[in-house]
């Protein structure tokens, strides 16, 4: 295949049943783009807003790591699971003895800072192994408690065995572990049945593509659903260089003073180019942290 440099941001729906890194290579290989990588993994049982980079992108897709993210879960009562989701063995079977009253009243209390343990069937590292690796041959680990923040959770569904929430969280809320909690509190198990992730940061999965969508257009057609990659710091303030400024800053080299307030900005030329993200001091120097390069 013979590939292309292209810059660009693609919001992809990923299919449940595909793990994110094959959504991704199936849409490198439809783009034919030599780089490519996306803002943060979603398990193949889940499915939802991916947003893929392609190209220079890829310096700003860590920016999404941070940004608050919104989850539709499906959690199923009365039995828990070995991986804490609807892809495990039923391990526990419990009555439930709760109604839509007292589960409302449960999940208020996940709301804010908390801490929670990571699940042992995940991608976290333990002495350079990821846990899941461990959790395969059996092997239990000690997982430390680790600060998370729940901003929302919304009951939408309640049938008696079965609640659909609404999720915004911030970075490092394992979902599963979420639902298996929240049953713990009811006292009952619980487990993750089924999740969409709906947004990341202001992305929203309405705006998303599936790869079926993608897979049926020409080049032309797929290349006119990318969005501008700026969008991935859409969080941080906007500063417009003047020449010769912002060729000192596409040098990598400090600018100011220029009066700005102390942390990241999304930095452009006069012409509506995007040159890449700075960081600026309390003294208002502004300092590249991300530069664009020039196109081929």
């Not at 009253?101 to 590292?125: C, N």
């Not at 417009?240 to 100011?256: H, K, N, S, T, Y």
Request: proline share 4%; with cysteine.
């Amino acid at each position: 295949m013979r590939t292309r440099r292209l810059d660009g941001l693609l919001l992809l729906d990923k299919p449940v049943g595909v793990s994110s890194n094959a959504a991704l290579q199936r849409a490198r290989r439809l783009y034919r783009a030599r780089r490519a990588g996306h803002t943060g993994t979603l398990d193949p049982l889940a499915g939802g807003l991916l947003p893929v980079c392609f190209g220079e992108a890829t310096k700003f897709a860590a920016a999404m790591l941070e940004a608050d993210k919104a989850y539709r879960a499906q959690i199923r009562f009365g039995a828990r699971t070995s991986t804490g989701d609807a892809e495990g063995e039923v391990i526990e079977r419990t009555a439930i003895g709760f109604g839509e009253e007292q589960l409302l009243a449960v999940l208020q209390r996940f709301v804010g800072e908390t801490h929670q343990v990571p699940p042992l069937y995940s991608a976290l590292k333990h002495q350079g192994r990821p846990l899941y690796d461990y959790a395969r041959k059996g092997e239990d680990v000690k997982r430390a408690a680790r600060p998370i923040r729940i901003s929302r959770i919304d009951l939408l569904q309640f049938d008696g065995t079965q609640a659909l929430v609404e999720v915004v969280c911030g970075k490092g809320t394992y979902i599963r572990t979420l639902a298996e909690d929240i049953g713990r509190a009811l006292g009952s198990a619980a487990h993750l049945a089924a999740l969409v992730r709906t947004r990341v940061g202001d992305l929203r999965l309405a705006d998303a593509h599936e790869l079926a969508t993608i897979e049926r257009l020409d080049e032309v057609g797929r290349d006119a659903l990318l969005l501008s990659f700026d969008l991935l710091l859409a969080a941080a303030p906007r500063l417009v260089l003047d020449a010769p400024l912002d060729e000192r800053f596409c040098q990598g080299r400090e600018i100011g003073p220029l009066g700005t307030s102390p942390g990241r900005l999304r930095v452009y030329a006069e012409d509506g180019r995007f040159l890449g993200l700075g960081l600026a001091d309390a003294h208002g120097m502004v300092r590249p942290k991300r530069v664009v390069a020039p196109a081929d």
